[in-house]
DNA sequence: TGTACATCAGTGAACGCGCGTTCACTGATGTAC
DNA sequence: TGTACATCAGTGAACGCGCGTTCACTGATGTAC
């Protein structure tokens, strides 16, 4: 027999139900453009409970943010921790680009989504999470031979121009139809090569 | 004493009124969330009249992609004729991007937003439009020293991270609050640091 | 363990509002003679 | 040049609908004794 969950539980998980019932309605016409009542309605819950666990639409969305981005911290701490990573960047940060991408596709659709387009909250919110991941990440490659020479400024804009092909192939993933491995591998690949000339460029790049 | 414009000429200046509003109300918050009133409304007409020009807000988006592109369109072929670039590619082209962008930040703004967030029509019509542009600029870049031995594929990868890197710079332009030549410097900087480094990567770049 | 009261997540009716779309219309421009 | 009719861009009233938000409520969970 199942013991009935407590208040604190239950009020957890309807908050639950209702980002998903956000992220998921988010899909298809971007998060600006859903209702209060289709979430509530998708989260399975009468129009006013919402109010109950969010003031508005727009702090659902910051939630929403904060959210996806846990999911890219977590992407780059494994990267942190891999030794792969450091031996192989090229081949190995892609492999693991493309993984995450698939296992959280909809959090970084969400993001890829917003980044230019949500209420200007939520743009801004994406923005300074971005500049986060990007500094997170010259910490990493600051450790890469020919970088451990550069300024931090330009390390910085290396991470950028990582991170900036990130969100593009992302947004490739995303859109890619389910179960088309050729596609996936294609992407893959695209990405490795655009990552090769870059990193092409850094042996030779003096500040 | 002015004469009566013809019926044509009136309703295409009715067309642009309604072209420049949705353009205009889009944004400061996408056009996906502009409603076919409201672009009436600043526009000067009757909601109805909106059908004498277009079925539905759709279409609408469609053709602003359309005059956007043509936007685009006529900036690469300034680049062409422009011995300069070929010279010096990348001041040449940061110089052209930062100028046209600022002359036509209103486009730029309407496509970097749309692209990934507008209805799927407009979104489709603008990653086909892309596509077209990164192709056109392979064209300007094949000519280039180092490149002129690529696979055109090679090519194609070298022109899609410049056309990546212009969306980016042109969101920051179109983003930046007006009268900050300081900012408009800074960006043109980094842009230029950037492609450097890629122009550096085509140096040693095998196929 | 049992009772009496407090808390509070979720309910359901109601509101005023802007929306997209329809329809019959008006009146200036265009055309045929 | 003048007249009679056709065209058609823009009008204005009306419609049904989903929206965000308010409010008083219900009833299960939690707490004090």
Redesign the pocket.
């Known amino acids: 027999m199942s013991v ?1 969950p ?3 539980e ?2 957890e ?2 908050r639950e139900a209702i980002l998903n019932a956000a992220l998921d309605l988010s899909r298809d016409h971007g998060f600006a453009q859903i ?4 979430v509530a309605r998708q989260a399975g ?9 969010f003031d ?2 727009d702090e659902l969305g910051l939630a929403l943010v904060e959210r996806s981005f846990l999911t890219l911290r977590t992407m780059i701490r494994e990267a942190q921790g891999d030794p792969d990573v450091l031996d192989n960047i090229i081949e190995a940060s892609a492999e693991v680009l493309v993984r995450v991408v698939k296992q959280n596709r909809m959090h970084f659709a969400f993001v890829a989504r917003e980044r230019a387009s949500g209420s200007a909250a939520v743009r801004e919110a994406i923005q300074r999470e971005l500049e986060l991941f990007i500094s997170e990440l010259a910490v990493v490659l600051a450790r890469l031979p020919h970088l451990d020479r550069w300024s931090s400024d330009d390390v910085k804009m290396a991470s950028g121009l990582f991170v900036r092909n990130m969100v593009y192939r992302a947004e490739q993933v995303v859109q890619m139809p389910e179960g088309r491995p050729d596609r996936e591998e294609e992407i893959t690949r695209k990405a490795q090569r655009e990552m090769r000339l870059i990193v092409l460029g850094f042996e030779k790049w003096e500040s």
Do not use: C, G, I
């Not at 209702?35 to 289709?38: G, P, T």
């Not at 819950?45 to 666990?53: E, S």
């Open positions: 009935a407590s208040r604190q239950q009020k998980r309807t209702s209060l009542r289709q819950v009468v129009p006013t409970a919402f109010y109950r666990h508005s639409m």
